[in-house]
């Protein structure tokens, strides 16, 4: 974070907007406004001269507050909040708050969240929405069947004899569900439309597992496959790999990584879909078993993270992928002495 001539940090909410600046080298407290209007924000930065650099919290409004003020600083740094341990630490309010983070900013000890652009924000925001419309419609069939089960009825049979308050009820609850099945259907017109446009969306439906909505899913998630440096660290922020807790040389266990639960769900269900069918991964998953080198259960696993490490191979290089033979196409097995029994 060296390099820049004033350090801002702002913390915002819906009522008011606490502003701190820091020079690179102001020894005392950093300098504070207070403000509910964002064009005071603007105005301020825009009183100091050189390079300016600027961080805020990662909440639900710090994409609007990136894309407002973006164009008055150098730099917008949005950072996690979880790991921002000192916020915690004495007397707690916004002004406070934001000299904290200037001065975590200004030390270079801020963890950094990526942030896409508009139109990626945009993709993740029907993304989330369409999720929502899915459990809204799985809740009221698990709803609808309940309230069969009441009468002793399976989900697909009628109730013949129905009093006023069922007629009410069941009329109601189905009614609902058309409305949000032809609103699923707008939203898959608009997922169709998104595979047209976007050429990593078209390549990743290649990949055998990966239908549209989860190549869709995908891009919108990880924008940029860039941004991790290994397979390892794509395979982390998927949650499909365990972290080393190391102490004195010694491995004393492990733990899960913070990763992104839609991503660890879109792999999952790819391999689902694939261990049932007929494809390489499918033939992976039964070499595994019955070499016995993998229980099922982490034979599986195997195949999730190649179906992941694909993906992320198939965004990087922009090209299409293409079948080969398992035995060009097969994953590290290691024994219990870490020694290659197949690669």
Not at 165 to 192: A, G, M, R
Request: proline share 2%; aromatic share 10%.
């Amino acid at each position: 974070m060296e390099g820049y001539d004033n350090y801002f940090a702002i913390d915002w909410s819906l009522s008011c907007i606490a502003i701190a600046r820091l020079s690179p080298k102001s020894s005392k407290n950093a300098k504070t406004w207070m403000t509910d209007n964002l064009n005071d924000v603007r105005e301020i930065i825009s009183r100091f001269k050189g390079s300016k650099i600027l961080t805020i919290e990662e909440t639900t409004g710090s994409s609007w507050l990136y894309t407002e003020l973006i164009e008055s600083v150098d730099r917008i740094i949005v950072c996690d909040p979880y790991r921002n341990k000192l916020l915690l630490d004495g007397a707690k309010d916004d002004r406070i708050d934001s000299i904290k983070l200037v001065k975590l900013l200004r030390s270079g000890l801020l963890k950094e969240v990526y942030h896409a652009s508009e139109e990626y924000v945009k993709m993740r925001k029907l993304v989330s929405s369409y999720d929502d419309l899915i459990k809204s419609i799985v809740r009221l069939k698990n709803q609808r069947s309940a309230y069969l089960r009441q009468h002793g009825l399976r989900k697909h049979e009628k109730l013949l004899e129905k009093t006023p308050i069922d007629h009410f009820v069941l009329t109601n609850i189905d009614q609902t569900l058309d409305h949000l099945s032809n609103v699923k259907e707008e939203y898959e017109y608009q997922f169709k439309q998104l595979k047209k446009r976007y050429e990593p969306i078209r390549n990743l439906t290649n990949v055998p597992g990966i239908g549209e909505k989860l190549a869709v899913k995908i891009v919108a998630r990880v924008v940029d496959p860039r941004r991790f440096k290994k397979k390892g660290h794509f395979l982390s922020y998927c949650g499909l790999v365990k972290l080393q807790k190391i102490t004195g040389g010694k491995v004393i266990g492990k733990r899960n990584p913070r990763y992104s639960r839609e991503m660890k769900y879109v792999f999952k269900v790819a391999t689902s879909t694939v261990t049932k069918g007929k494809n390489e991964y499918a033939d992976y998953y039964r070499y595994l078993i019955e070499k016995k080198l993998y229980t099922p259960y982490n034979a599986r696993q195997a195949v999730c993270r190649k179906i992941a490490t694909t993906c992320w191979g198939v965004m990087k290089s922009g090209e299409k992928y293409e079948y080969r033979k398992r035995e060009e196409n097969v994953e590290k097995v290691f024994d219990k002495n870490n020694r290659l029994i197949r690669a």
